[in-house]
């Protein structure tokens, strides 16, 4: 059974031509901004609640964990940081369904410059035909088990993409590696 799932997971990998086996086995790619956006941002803007009695994190910001970006980025900071950036957003992305209607194909080749477009593709995987994946993804078309882009879209138009939200998360999941190490360790052989 094991072997059928590989084999299944190989040719749809072939299909794009790229497979996940290859993606950790590649070298990191050093990812530069023309801007300097993607560098260690994990600052969160902060606003008074209602009653005025503590600060919270503002709701317009959406965050990007270090576990996202560290394939991508050529640096590891000494200090353990769960947040890799924070990106404020406008108010009214909440309030969409999911982001197809803000980014898509037409966007895409319209509205973003030559540069951006070049940025962007650095985060796909290198032996793929680029323009084929992009259209793939903002067509909503399903990758493996879904569409990368649509799972973060809807992410972030649900709020889970905040901040707090993206702590929480990675806490978690560290929480639940200790505790799986911790078992297999008093397993006895």
């Known amino acids: 059974m094991a072997?059928?799932?590989r084999r299944k997971r190989m040719n749809s990998a072939n299909v794009i031509g790229f497979s996940s086996r290859e993606h950790y086995r590649a070298k990191r790619k050093k990812i530069?901004?023309?801007?300097?956006?993607?560098?260690?941002?994990?600052?969160?803007?902060?606003e008074w609640d209602r009653n005025r009695s503590k600060v919270v994190s503002k709701r317009e910001q959406v965050g990007l964990s270090s576990r996202h970006?560290?394939?991508?980025?050529?640096?590891?900071?000494?200090?353990?940081?769960?947040l890799a950036q924070v990106c404020p957003v406008p108010h009214?992305?909440?309030?969409?369904?999911?982001?197809?209607?803000?980014l898509s194909n037409e966007v895409w080749r319209a509205c973003l410059s030559d540069g951006e477009r070049d940025y962007l593709r650095q985060f796909l995987p290198e032996g793929v035909d680029v323009?084929?994946?992009?259209?793939a993804l903002l067509d909503g078309e399903n990758f493996h088990?879904?569409?990368?882009?649509?799972?973060?879209?809807?992410?972030?138009c649900s709020n889970k993409a905040h901040p707090d939200q993206i702590?929480?998360?990675?806490?978690?999941?560290?929480?639940?590696?200790?505790?799986y190490l911790s078992d297999l360790r008093e397993i006895p052989l």
Not at 92 to 102: A, H, R
Request: one cysteine or more; hydrophobic letters at 35%; a negative charge.
């Open 3 to 5: 072997a059928d799932q």
């Open 167 to 179: 702590v929480s998360q990675e806490e978690c999941l560290r929480d639940n590696k200790r505790r």
């Open 131 to 135: 323009e084929q994946v992009v259209q």
């Open 145 to 156: 088990f879904g569409n990368p882009f649509i799972d973060w879209g809807t992410a972030v």
């Open 92 to 102: 009214e992305t909440f309030q969409l369904d999911n982001l197809s209607e803000v």
């Open 69 to 82: 970006l560290r394939e991508f980025v050529d640096f590891v900071p000494h200090r353990r940081n769960i």
């Open 32 to 46: 530069g901004s023309p801007d300097g956006a993607l560098r260690s941002g994990d600052h969160i803007s902060l």
